[in-house]
């Protein structure tokens, strides 16, 4: 329970202090700025949270304790291999003097991602997903090509030649950069000049996001 209030403490603190400002295969900058999710081709995670930072209110070392604290509670309650479940990256401000920060965790799936943050996601292939419960017919979305010319509806990922392709699925604004090139992007989501796909125009989590990828 106390590992739980923990969480819930960081990311109550987190909300308060930052505001949440997205394919050929995209191009990860160098130096990331702005709310970010990138997935690597084995599935795990890489989580940027930016936003204004108040000096005035707040103090960077303390947040980036309790970010520690945060990470480590929930390692030891979960972890059952050598490898941590989830790492703390940095806690930084990018610019000096500036007034933003940017935090950065790396998660090691989409599980665990999921359950850390309490954001939906899903990142497998479309059988995967099926298997997990999610039912693409049901979801009755509109998928576009990431020029906009050709569409899909959901429920065509049933097909048998959609089962092996890989599928992300969430329900937060962000930007994605995912590891293969996209084939189709949900209405509620926006494919940016460098491959990446901003979900800012995010649906309701029952009609979630939905990137389907070439592979």
């Not at 202090?17 to 690597?40: E, H, N, Q, Y």
């Not at 962000?174 to 125009?201: F, M, N, Q, W």
């Amino acid at each position: 329970m106390r590992e739980l209030h923990n969480r819930k403490q960081i990311a109550g603190w987190m909300l308060c202090l930052l505001i949440f400002a997205g394919c050929g295969v995209a191009k990860i900058p160098d130096t990331v700025s702005d709310a970010s999710l990138i997935i690597d081709k084995d599935g795990g995670i890489t989580s940027y949270i930016a936003g204004v930072f108040d000096r005035d209110y707040y103090d960077l070392n303390d947040l980036k304790k309790m970010a520690q604290e945060e990470v480590a509670a929930y390692n030891t309650a979960n972890q059952t291999g050598e490898r941590a479940l989830v790492v703390l990256k940095d806690v930084q401000v990018p610019e000096a003097g500036g007034q933003s920060v940017l935090v950065s965790y790396s998660y090691d799936s989409a599980d665990t991602y999921q359950d850390y943050t309490g954001n939906l996601f899903f990142y497998g292939t479309v059988d995967e997903a099926r298997k997990a419960g999610w039912q693409f017919e049901e979801l009755n979305q509109m998928l576009y090509d990431t020029k906009g010319k050709k569409s899909i509806v959901s429920k065509d990922l049933s097909a048998a030649n959609m089962a092996k392709k890989h599928v992300i699925l969430l329900a937060e604004g962000t930007r994605v950069y995912c590891p293969y090139k996209v084939a189709y992007i949900s209405e509620s989501a926006e494919a940016l000049d460098d491959g990446s796909i901003a979900t800012a125009g995010v649906l309701p989590t029952e009609y979630p996001v939905i990137i389907v990828l070439d592979k």
